[in-house]
DNA sequence: CGGCATCCGAGTAGATACTG
DNA sequence: CAGTATCTACTCGGATGCCG
């Protein structure tokens, strides 16, 4: 765990960041009212960033094709996910009334500005997700 | 929501990068398996989130001063992610035996860089955090 | 007093069957 | 094909109480 290389620079400026972006959100007037806790628990969701992402390497998945991607997603909770995305703005639902019934989502730009963020997460977890697992299973055995 | 601007350009290093990110987890082979989603459901819970940002701006916090920052949050549910978080290596739980007995909270280096990725994505959540709540009751209005 | 363990209710996920 | 309906199982979260 060791092979990260953080200096104290870094750690002040991540905390001028913070300060920053707390000055938007203001815990104390609004301590109800939390952006990142709101927002985030509908973006960040394990399903709705497969979805987010594979949504950004196939331009256009219909319902069945993101349910064999997004491996493991019942029909239910994509369908959820899908309706909430799509609500929040992240994504475009186009249905074409033919026999059956054909439906394609899309990532509207909002999406894509989206994912650009969430690509820097992801790919620092694919990173370093081994050994996050074996930090894990090292853990519980305690 | 039109007020992002996505290239083709980006849409297609955005899908390269995804191509690149998922030749490492591959999930043909282990379709059970997938980091995103088993490191991520962790790293990017809503209260996880804001664990970790205030442990990047205090640089160090006791247990029910973590508490008061991170509104709405329940003892029970604090004190598992702290310790799921530590499993992890996130972050440290250090325990002094005074009496009261006190416990620090701090950020691993390791913590330190994934916080670093994490900011890029709550900046931008809260940039636009009002227009997706709007979006959001707006949609749910239909 | 600070942190942790237990209990219980509510909401969420998953499996399956079914429909326009 | 793209979902919905239903049922069950379970996880999660909140309240409470305990212990060092």
Redesign the interface.
């Known amino acids: 765990?060791?092979m990260?290389?953080?200096t104290e620079d870094?750690?002040v400026m991540?905390?001028k960041?913070?300060?920053k972006?707390?000055g938007?959100?203001n815990?104390k007037d609004h301590?109800?009212y939390?952006?990142?806790?709101?927002?985030?628990?509908l973006?960040?969701?394990?399903?709705s960033?497969?979805i987010i992402?594979y949504l950004?390497?196939y331009?256009v998945l219909r319902f069945n094709q993101l349910k064999k991607?997004v491996?493991?997603i019942s029909n239910k909770v994509l369908s959820e996910r899908l309706k909430l995305l799509?609500?929040?703005?992240y994504l475009n639902r186009k249905m074409y009334p033919e026999v059956p019934v054909r439906v394609e989502y899309q990532l509207?730009?909002?999406g894509?500005?989206?994912?650009?963020?969430?690509?820097?997460?992801?790919?620092?977890?694919?990173t370093?997700?081994?050994?996050?697992?074996a930090?894990?299973s090292r853990?519980?055995k305690q």
């Not at 939390?34 to 628990?41: F, G, H, N």
């Not at 973006?43 to 399903?47: F, G, L, P, V």
């Not at 894509?112 to 694919?126: G, I, R």
């Not at 370093?128 to 697992?133: F, K």
């Open positions: 765990m060791e990260e290389t953080i870094q750690k991540t905390a960041k913070i300060k972006m707390f938007h959100i815990p301590p109800e939390c952006p990142i806790k709101d927002v985030m628990a973006a960040s969701d394990k399903w960033i497969l992402i950004g390497y331009p991607k491996y493991g799509e609500g929040d703005g509207t730009d909002f894509h500005s989206y994912l650009e963020k969430l690509l820097e997460l992801t790919e620092w977890v694919t370093y997700s081994d050994m996050i697992m930090n894990r853990y519980s």
